[in-house]
């Protein structure tokens, strides 16, 4: 009976100490400077976020943010990095709507209980992107030349298995047209293959191609958007042109689960501070994203919600 209460004694011991140290964790970050991982490659929309985001929070905070790239597994590199840091809070990985693909692959090592979800800081619809040179001028060209030749029609984007695809084959069922999908690493990447020459058709958000869009190298044909973007009055969206595809990609941030509550309640604030700055509104409305205003809270859920339903998606590709 004394040797129970001893071990129950340094258990309340044990768990207390371990309060207090995570209390004052919290009370003093950050100490030191954070590390963010990106998990796209350099010059891409996510890459351009994370590293307004660093030097807008950086200074917020008080504390310089390093920003590495880690592309590569649709995020799996960048993630497993994340996971294999301390959950201290000082490092901090990207999270997009092409996460939730991630972690609705069957026997997938990530899992939405893996991360606390910070913060959803942009939104932004795909399109079907062609050259200023293109024969397709409107998604019904793209769509009957895909039926009537799928073979000799190269179309690609972002990720195996990821948004941009996914969008492709709502668009496929819609329109009962047949592809066959190139994937690169980012969506700069696609973006080059369709100057090249290389793709006819790049399913891409229209942010990774606003240099070309705005010099007419690049020509939108639509976009998933549920009504005609601010940013892109004069581009119908698949819905007008009788596709009934709606989807959006969003971008943000999570840290690894353990992370102390206290130090996640400090950064979600911190970015909601960020959003407030009218540096990052006037970044925001200069790359041409909306916001996903949700509470930490209802991100989380949203994302389960969104790995669930991406899941029958990927059933369907393994058939």
Not at 91 to 115: I, N, Q, Y
Not at 129 to 135: E, N
Not at 139 to 159: C, H, S, T, W, Y
């Amino acid at each position: 009976m004394y040797s129970i209460s001893r071990w129950l004694g340094t258990c309340v011991v044990a768990g207390w100490l371990c309060m207090t140290s995570w209390a004052a964790t919290a009370a003093q970050w950050p100490e030191r400077s954070l590390h963010f991982i990106t998990t796209s490659a350099a010059g891409s929309p996510l890459d351009t976020m994370m590293r307004a985001l660093a030097k807008e929070l950086g200074e917020i905070l008080g504390q310089t943010i390093v920003v590495e790239n880690r592309p590569g597994g649709t995020g799996a590199v960048g993630m497993n990095m994340a996971l294999n840091a301390p959950a201290d809070g000082y490092t901090v990985v990207s999270a997009t709507g092409s996460t939730s693909f991630l972690m609705a692959e069957k026997g997938s090592r990530f899992h939405p209980s893996d991360f606390i979800f910070l913060r959803a800081l942009q939104t932004e619809p795909s399109s079907v992107a062609v050259r200023k040179d293109s024969p397709f001028h409107s998604m019904k060209d793209l769509v009957e030349a895909l039926k009537r030749q799928p073979d000799k029609v190269n179309i690609g984007g972002f990720a195996t298995a990821g948004f941009h695809q996914y969008v492709l084959y709502r668009l496929e069922q819609k329109a009962g047209f047949k592809s066959t999908w190139v994937p690169y690493q980012g969506g700069n990447q696609a973006l080059l293959a369709l100057m090249g020459g290389h793709l006819d058709a790049a399913v891409i958000t229209p942010s990774t191609a606003m240099a070309q869009i705005r010099s007419g190298d690049v020509r939108l044909l639509g976009i998933s958007s549920e009504s005609r973007s601010e940013f892109f009055p004069d581009i119908p969206t698949f819905v007008e042109q009788g596709y009934d595809v709606v989807e959006t990609l969003w971008r943000g941030v999570m840290v690894v689960k353990g992370t102390p509550p206290d130090v996640t309640a400090k950064l979600v604030r911190a970015l909601e501070d960020v959003e407030k700055r009218p540096s990052w509104q006037a970044f925001m409305r200069e790359n041409m994203q909306d916001r996903l205003p949700l509470p930490q809270p209802e991100l989380q859920k949203f994302v389960e919600k969104e790995v669930a339903d991406r899941r029958q998606f990927l059933m369907t590709l393994q058939k």
